[in-house]
């Protein structure tokens, strides 16, 4: 979950791996630091606790130089945030190490170095890398053959940068079960966890593969693969620019996805239809043969990814006719799942590298499920690269760590993927044909949800004194419900629960007082009379009642009701369509209550590791 980058060039790299730390922040900000070798041969190292503001003050007072160097943004698992965990890690004042992933024995690797004479200043599992990395550079070991021995070493997951002023012109890479990216310039190279760290240097990219390692000098690329043989891996131009990761006008990266979304949506939708039919061809050259054996769907996601699928599950039943269990992945790897052949298995990821739902994958694929289907974000991910068919939802860089415009245009993938599910499980042309009206007319109902923002920031400031908040949903908005409520609790920090409104009176109803805000959606549906039903209890017991409805529906008005009206939207669309005013209502709240939107504390935005 952490963030690293690295350099080795022809000028001073400092400034170029400080913005690229920025850009990676949110990945991780408990603390940052950077090392460089200078042009005296010096390894030198600057670090601090906090964001990288923080680091960019402390290298005011003591700046750094180099031609190579190394730096990392940090995510806390083993140790807490603090100057000494931070990254890079230094032993002897020889070889630094960035690292992102966890080394499972780290341990065992702690005790021996302590019996070799290592000392340790950090209470981090990365530690032992760098230690493990100047033992076999002492017993003789080139600084890449050092690395490829001691990765062997490890256990768990790891994206490594690596530098020594044994051999200051260059910097070697490894990866297994975490990204990682090289940069390809003009008499230099980079490496990064993410694309978007090094869009203002290069837009060329080679992905490594796991067990990758690469060595980098100023002028010259190898990679090796886990064998220890020369591979080539392909060179792929990025369409990303630098631009796309700013802010703009905009206060918040979150702010700005949200607003984003209408062209998100229909990003992830052209090309995929044509006339009144979706193209199955959009999942992959293999999709027809492989849709046509699938009898159930498998869909593995955690978070948010987790609520589309739920939402997805109510499609594929209610419109495709066809089963669909949904599995929170970090549960599913563990339980022993019982196999149903001929299953699609869905992995839904924006950024392809949840190290769970990887691992999940990993299992379905091991229990013989079936054939697996990726939806994700991110081109070239490890989720993209192990699956069988593809679909991308194309929403561009996702800096906010609340996902926002991610979430929407999975839901649109889940929705061309009913289609063509549907075709072969009974379902008519005349539905396929609404189901296309109704995707083509998203970004236009997204937009018109969007023109709500001013209504929901005033709405927002009666919340700004809460602690606890309820959400309510039925049937396919009780997913809506849950991540409204879990984009409320990221960034705000109130603690906010859903529940399907028809379970109130199996004990949430408890709860319910003037102090407990009850948020429900509520479009005007075949459940809408019993959801009034629902919230006239909420009401009669004193809550105060906060309403997304239809503007077709009535409420009714009074002291303790507050109703935001939604423009009128077809049955199937509308989970996407009112999840935007919970996502502006989360975040004013937030604004509001002064949290940090972007980066909400003890989160990050990958989370790459288990």
């Not at 900000?29 to 923080?54: F, M, P």
């Not at 909420?538 to 009074?558: H, I, K, N, Q």
């Amino acid at each position: 979950m952490c963030g690293i980058i690295g350099a080795v060039a022809e000028r001073d790299v400092i400034q170029i791996l400080i913005e690229g730390l920025k850009r990676l922040e949110y990945r991780g900000y408990d603390s940052s630091g950077v090392a460089a070798i200078d042009g005296d041969g010096c390894l030198n190292r600057v670090r601090a606790e906090g964001k990288v503001a923080q680091l960019e003050s402390e290298l005011a007072r003591s700046p750094l130089s180099g031609r190579s160097g190394i730096a990392h943004t940090r995510w806390a698992t083993h140790g807490k945030p603090s100057e000494r965990n931070a990254h890079p890690h230094v032993c002897r004042k020889m070889v630094a190490v960035v690292h992102n992933g966890i080394i499972e024995n780290h341990e065992a690797l702690r005790s021996e170095q302590k019996q070799r004479g290592f000392e340790f200043t950090s209470e981090t599992d990365t530690e032992v890398v760098v230690h493990q990395i100047h033992g076999h550079m002492s017993a003789g070991k080139s600084l890449l053959a050092a690395v490829q021995q001691s990765v062997v070493e490890f256990e768990g997951a790891y994206a490594l940068g690596v530098i020594s002023n044994e051999d200051p012109s260059r910097l070697i890479a490894a990866r297994r079960g975490s990204p990682l990216v090289i940069g390809v310039g003009i008499g230099e190279y980079f490496i990064a966890s993410d694309v978007a760290a090094l869009l203002p240097v290069t837009q060329r990219f080679i992905f490594l593969e796991d067990g990758d390692t690469a060595e980098l000098t100023r002028d010259s690329l190898t990679i090796y693969n886990e064998a220890g043989e020369v591979v080539e891996r392909p060179l792929r131009v990025s369409e990303l620019n630098a631009e796309a990761v700013e802010r703009g006008e905009f206060r918040h990266y979150m702010l700005k996805e949200i607003f984003e979304q209408p062209q998100a949506i229909a990003d992830t939708l052209e090309g995929r239809i044509s006339g009144q039919k979706v193209l199955e061809e959009a999942f992959g050259p293999r999709a027809s043969e492989i849709f046509d054996a699938v009898q159930g769907v498998h869909i593995i996601a955690c978070g948010t990814s987790y609520h589309a699928g739920l939402i997805a599950r109510h499609w594929l039943e209610t419109i495709a006719g066809i089963p669909c269990s949904v599995e929170v992945a970090s549960e599913f790897r563990y339980r022993r799942p019982v196999v149903r052949r001929n299953s699609l298995v869905v992995t839904i990821s924006q950024s392809g590298e949840t190290a769970d739902t990887l691992a999940g994958l990993q299992e379905a694929k091991r229990r013989g499920f079936g054939y697996a289907l990726a939806i994700c974000n991110v081109p070239e991910s490890s989720l993209v690269r192990e699956s069988d068919l593809v679909m991308m939802t194309r929403a561009g860089p996702e800096i906010g760590v609340a996902s926002t415009k991610a979430f929407t245009t999975q839901l649109v993938a889940l929705l061309l993927l009913v289609a063509v599910l549907g075709r072969r499980h009974g379902m008519s042309e005349q539905t396929e044909i609404s189901l296309v009206e109704q995707l083509l007319s998203l970004p236009h109902a997204v937009e018109k949800a969007l023109a709500l923002d001013r209504e929901i920031n005033e709405l927002a400031e009666l919340f700004a004194d809460k602690h606890h908040a309820l959400f309510l949903g039925r049937g396919v908005q009780y997913p809506v419900a849950m991540e409204g409520a879990l984009k409320l609790k990221e960034i705000s920090y109130i603690h906010a629960e859903a529940y399907p409104a028809g379970e109130l009176k199996h004990g949430p109803l408890a709860l319910v007082d003037a102090d407990m805000p009850v948020i429900a959606v509520a479009p005007n549906d075949e459940l809408l009379d019993k959801l009034k039903s629902n919230l006239q209890e909420v009401s009669a017991r004193g809550g105060e009642l906060y309403v997304f409805a239809d503007e077709a529906v009535d409420m009714g008005d009074g002291q303790n009701i507050r109703v935001v009206r939604v423009a009128p939207t077809d049955n199937t669309i509308a989970p996407i369509v009112y999840t935007i005013p919970l996502q502006l209502l989360s975040y004013h709240v937030a604004v509001l209550k002064g949290t940090d939107v972007d980066q909400p504390r003890n989160l990050a935005k990958s989370v790459t590791v288990e």
